[in-house]
């Protein structure tokens, strides 16, 4: 069997005003006990894995934003992934990168260090929205962070947010055309959130910042998708698009509910039937660790009637929709007959559309998948 392996890092420059994450603009708060207590966790899990048979088949670095590490930080963690989770030849190797926190040695840190995926978090090319997100860069050193990347790694993904304050459809078109103009192999584009207890949040009711109404930022997503079909964009999932051979094979794993482990403050894992939340207490996580045992995890155990619901809910994000075969195959049960009605349902409002291979949101139903998804969960 093969797992998705994500480590998190809980650092970063400034707190975007969007943020929900859980991460900490200070790295003074331990840093190096918290990469003593990650690698000890990396030590106790990869025995897990070793036990059970299972393979690596990618390893996802992400945050808050990894590359805030030091060199010798990110060398160390490295090297300490290369050991407990020993990639085979074809594993696939993010780290999560933000303009301005990559330099020349850091690249060949991460290149030499087994890293052959970029995922550089570019969200706009105007200086002025990046200063009102709270993002630490300009459009000047994001180039500069892609270029150099390019330099070392041969599979670069940018991640572009619409719907930004006091944006236009034209100037997020215009931000995508740009992105484009790079040429890198993987393509994010999501909407903006509005998440609880965010600064955004209070921005927004306090009527300091307006949003593009709902038809404007449909507007953006759809011309989004147009210019990234027009470069040889394939539009695989929701909000991502992929260079053939490119797509991201991490997030397939959570888009098609397999197991993966997540290692870190308050990571989250799906294994052996469950799903587990590490601690969010920092304090905790390390002094477990450190004193050898795992860190406390929140338990969900999940049945086989939630692992269904879970896997049409998740698998609808792709636009190659929800095998019938597949399906099947795993739970040995004929979805079109298990939900029967729920189908019936949305494709007579024109929201899904079925073939003999899959179902799959229509063009209709891309902008609506939350109600699409609702349908196949039980409350």
Known sequence: MKIAVYIHIPYCSSKCIYC??????????????????????LTLRSRELREAGVVVDTVYIGGGTPT?????????????????????????????????TIDRAKAVVLRDGGVNRISLGVQD??????????????????????????????ALSVD??????????????????????????????????????????????QGEVTLPSEEEALLMMQQGKEI????????????????????????LSYWENRPYLGLGLGAHSYW???????TADLPLYQNSLLAGNLPPVAIHPVEMREEMEDTMMLGLRLTAGVSFKEFQRRFRLDL???FAAEIHG???????????????????????????FAEFITV
Request: contains cysteine.
């Open 20 to 41: 929900d994450f859980l991460s900490s603009p200070n790295l003074a708060i331990g840093s190096a006990e918290y990469l003593r207590a990650l690698e000890q966790e």
């Open 68 to 100: 805030v590490l030091s060199a010798a930080e990110l060398s160390a963690l490295l090297s300490a992934c290369r050991t407990h989770l020993p990639p085979t030849g074809g594993t696939e190797w993010t780290v999560e990168v933000n303009p301005g």
């Open 125 to 154: 090319i105007n200086d002025d929205r990046l200063a009102l997100l709270g993002r630490t860069h300009t459009f000047a050193q994001a180039r500069q962070a892609f270029t150099l990347c390019r330099e070392f790694f041969n």
């Open 160 to 205: 572009v947010m619409i719907g930004l304050p006091g944006q236009k459809a034209a100037d997020s078109a215009e931000t995508v055309e740009e992105l484009c103009a790079w040429q890198p192999e993987h393509f994010s584009l999501y909407g903006l959130k509005v998440e609880s207890g965010t600064r955004l949040e209070g921005l927004l009711e």
């Open 228 to 251: 990234l079909t027009a470069h040889g964009f394939n539009h695989y999932e929701i909000a991502n698009f992929a260079k053939p051979g490119h797509q991201c094979r991490h997030n």
């Open 272 to 278: 052996q039937n469950s799903r587990y939340r590490n």
């Open 336 to 338: 079109r007959t298990l």
């Open 346 to 372: 949305l494709a007579e409002r024109g929201l899904i559309e079925c073939d003999s291979e899959a179902i799959r949101l229509s063009r209709r139903g891309l902008p609506l998948a939350n109600l699409v």
